[in-house]
């Protein structure tokens, strides 16, 4: 009778160990989510930069006047009303600041385009 209780018991503990290191939960899928854990940090460092620059600028533009200039001069291509603008051939810029400064330029003595649906 005794050989047999040690022999349950060991086997009992070698179930045990089995769970422990090879089972579901165990060491090897500790292992694996650790790994999975790190790769994800490293994938979130370039974010977390992004987003504390973002922070950075979105405080920047809450508070002054500044950034909101130099936001408005490079993306959409402002002059402000003391200011000269020239346009030299051949220089590259975008495209999308062509047509929005296309309509703010006038010539000298030119008529100003109606509006659409304006009475006439």
Known sequence: ????????????????????????GGWQDLQEVEQRVAVQEADNVPM??????LAAEVTDLKTGLD?????????????????QFYWV????????????????VSLPGAIPPSSEGAAE
């Not at 005794?2 to 089972?23: D, E, F, N, S």
């Not at 977390?48 to 620059?53: F, I, P, T, W, Y």
């Open 48 to 53: 977390r930069e992004r987003n504390a620059r």
């Open 89 to 104: 051939p051949g220089v590259a810029i975008k495209n999308e600041l062509v047509g929005i400064n296309a309509g703010l």
């Open 67 to 83: 950034a909101i200039e130099e936001r408005a001069r490079s993306d959409m291509g402002m002059v402000r009303t003391d200011e």
């Open 1 to 24: 009778m005794h050989k047999w209780l040690v022999v349950i018991l060991l086997a009992a503990l070698g179930l045990l160990q089995y769970q422990l290191w090879l089972g579901n």
